[in-house]
C-alpha cells in the first residue's frame, strides 16, 4: 500500500538549485503556464496524479490566491 499526500505552500523567492533527482525548473505565472501548456512546450504531470492536481487547482484559482508559488518575504 502507497499513500501520496499534497500540500499548497509558500516559499521565499530563490534561485532553483538543479540538482541529479532535477532535470529542470523554474517559477511559472498562471499566464505562462497555459500559453505553455496550450502551444504543446510543456506537459503536466499525469491526470491522475496529486501533481496535477495542485497544479490545476492552482492554475484556475481565482486572483485573490498568488500568482506565483512564492512570495518576495
Known amino acids: 500500500?502507497?499513500?501520496?499526500v499534497g500540500f499548497d505552500a509558500y516559499a521565499a523567492m530563490q534561485t532553483i538549485h538543479i540538482s541529479d533527482e532535477l532535470q529542470a525548473a523554474r517559477w511559472?505565472?498562471?499566464?505562462?503556464?497555459?500559453?505553455?501548456?496550450?502551444?504543446?512546450?510543456?506537459t503536466l504531470p499525469d491526470p491522475l496524479s496529486i501533481?496535477?492536481?495542485?497544479i490545476m487547482r492552482w492554475l484556475h484559482a481565482d486572483s485573490t490566491v498568488a500568482e506565483f508559488w512564492h512570495t518576495t518575504a
Do not use: G, N, Q
Not at 1 to 4: E, G, I, Q, S, T
Not at 28 to 39: D, G, N, P
Not at 51 to 54: A, E, K, N, T
Open 28 to 42: 511559472f505565472s498562471r499566464e505562462e503556464l497555459k500559453t505553455l501548456v496550450a502551444a504543446d512546450e510543456l
Open 1 to 4: 500500500m502507497a499513500l501520496m
Open 51 to 54: 501533481s496535477r492536481y495542485l
